[in-house]
């Protein structure tokens, strides 16, 4: 799913904040997005990891556009993930 996410700001500044922040500011990125997903779509606040990462599109754009590791980005996800779906479902 390409152009999954909405990112705020010119992509320069990217470059000068500092990797933790960048971690961060992700996760609150993703964050809002599943949120929003999860509102609109029933099956998506029930969905599996598996499930989730995919119906969150993740794709090299993003990963370029954050300029993170993908394992960092798939730390964010199941930060997102248990806080979205999981924190849900209790």
């Known amino acids: 799913m390409v152009g999954a ?3 705020v700001g010119p992509m320069h500044s990217w470059d000068q904040m500092k990797p933790r922040t960048v ?9 809002e997005t599943a949120r929003r ?16 990462e995919m119906l969150m599109g ?8 954050y300029g993170l590791p993908r394992s960092m980005v798939e730390r964010a996800l199941i930060k997102v993930y248990e806080t979205v ?4 479902q209790r």
């Open 58 to 65: 993740l794709d090299d754009e993003v990963l370029k556009r």
């Open 85 to 88: 779906v999981l924190n849900q």
């Open 23 to 31: 971690y961060e500011k992700a996760v609150q990125d993703f964050t």
């Open 5 to 7: 996410f909405s990112v």
């Open 37 to 52: 997903r999860a509102r609109l779509n029933q099956h998506f606040r029930h969905a599996s990891l598996a499930e989730f």
